[in-house]
């Protein structure tokens, strides 16, 4: 058995990542087109608003993310908390 390792990893060439990325963006317009296609059983008038889902969910997402940002400023402790 050889342990031949490269030293790159896949998602360290740019060209893959690129790649990755737009196949995200192709996977994330689908959705998006699939969601006038696709019949929706829905429960509040709110979420026949087209793309609801996707911008329910970056809102969310945001939210938690400013939430973090925030509690970041006091749950946080020094470089060398552990070291003293």
């Known amino acids: 058995m050889s342990d ?9 060439k740019p060209a ?3 790649k ?8 994330c317009a689908l959705l998006v087109i699939a969601d006038f296609i696709v019949h929706r059983h829905i429960y509040h008038s709110w979420e026949n608003v087209p793309a609801f889902y996707a911008i329910y969910g970056f809102v969310g997402c945001s939210i938690l993310v400013f939430i973090a940002k925030w509690m970041r400023t006091f749950l946080m402790r020094g470089e060398n908390y552990y070291d003293e």
């Open 4 to 12: 031949h390792h490269d030293s790159d990893g896949w998602f360290d």
């Open 16 to 18: 893959n990542v690129s």
């Open 20 to 27: 990755m990325l737009k196949v995200f963006y192709v996977i």
